[in-house]
């Protein structure tokens, strides 16, 4: 699958040059490397994409797994070099797609360093298998190795388009241009992420884009400035001619940094000088009732509300 991974922290390594181009790289691994799939509606759940990429000095690997609640699934295995004061460039690309019984359906691989390339389609187990030795330049990727030139241009907070090349079994083994325009904007199935950047890619082929453009779909894929531009998610086909689907991170929102507020103090106020004491009565005080004679009633008192008026108290 084209886009299903990314691709956010530095590579660490032992050798010097290796942590220095990773560190421009800015190359690769996300905390949460996980996707939901769904139809391209984004109203039905199709499955989920798990990545993990290692790094051992300059090498660097992404290995996918996509699974559908139907049974399908593909495993991808990149590899690719970093360089100093470039991007990370490929070196091997290894995708293959099964059905619902496990059976092989597809399979891609190139090696970028000798050239060589394969591309395989299987029917009924029967397989046809087509290899040619392609020319890759260093700015060729393949699989989720797209993602990192992309990734790498906004980080450098380059908003100009970017032309790359891709390796694609379109029509048997060939090397692509590609054409991506870059921009921000929010993302509907994350509009709690805020404003993200956007890559819009495109195959280009040349004089034909005036007649092919209208019948080819464009990739959307959209990062997050605020985690180093980590891949979240986008609109992509799971291969050449292939149903499109919607890959959505699984990642929590990333809650904005507090804006730091001085609290105004309260306001003062004096002090009101206390109200003079009332004067004592002078008023003698009233004389203590007497008890009443032996034989004569007492007067009555006043209900205090233990039982109601004018009743007898329940006994």
């Known amino acids: 699958m ?45 499955g989920r994409a798990h990545y ?10 992404i290995d996918g797994r996509n699974e559908f609640i139907d049974g399908e699934r593909d495993l991808e295995h990149d590899t690719l070099k970093a360089v100093p004061g470039e991007a990370p460039r490929l070196l091997t690309y290894e995708h293959r797609f099964f059905d619902a019984y496990g059976a ?17 389609k299987y029917d009924n187990g029967e397989g046809i298998i087509q290899i040619a030795m392609l020319k890759f330049t260093p700015d060729t990727y393949a699989g989720a190795g797209v993602l990192v030139p992309i990734a790498d241009r906004l980080r450098h907070g380059a908003d100009a388009a970017l032309d790359m090349h891709v390796f694609d079994c379109a029509h048997g083994p060939r090397i692509l241009s590609l054409h991506v325009d870059l921009g921000r904007s929010p993302w ?90 009332a004067p004592l009565s002078s008023a003698p005080p009233s004389a203590p009732r007497s008890a009443a004679p032996l034989g004569t009633a007492a007067p009555a008192l006043e209900h205090t509300g233990a039982a109601p008026a004018q009743t007898p108290a329940a006994r």
């Not at 290692?54 to 660097?60: A, I, M, N």
């Not at 090696?111 to 395989?120: F, H, I, L, P, Y």
């Open 104 to 120: 092989p359906r597809l399979t891609a691989t190139a090696d970028a360093v000798t050239g060589k390339t394969s591309c395989a």
């Open 188 to 277: 509907e199935y994350r509009p709690q992420d805020g404003e993200l950047a956007e890559a819009q890619a495109h195959p280009v082929f040349g004089w034909f884009n005036v007649f092919l453009k209208p019948f080819v779909p464009t990739t959307q894929l959209w990062f997050d400035p605020r985690q180093d531009f980590v891949f979240m998610g986008g609109m992509l086909s799971r291969y050449y001619r292939g149903p499109e689907v919607l890959l959505v991170s699984t990642a929590p929102p990333v809650k904005p940094h507090p804006v730091f507020e001085r609290p105004e103090p309260p306001a003062f106020i004096a002090p009101q000088e206390s109200a003079t004491p």
């Open 2 to 46: 084209l886009a299903a991974a990314l691709l956010a922290a530095r590579i660490k390594g032992t050798d010097v040059a290796a942590v220095a181009a990773a560190s421009q790289a800015r190359a690769m691994i996300t905390q949460k490397p996980d996707l939901f799939i769904y139809d391209p509606t984004g109203t039905r759940l199709l």
């Open 52 to 61: 993990t990429v290692t790094q051992h000095d300059d090498s660097v690997t």
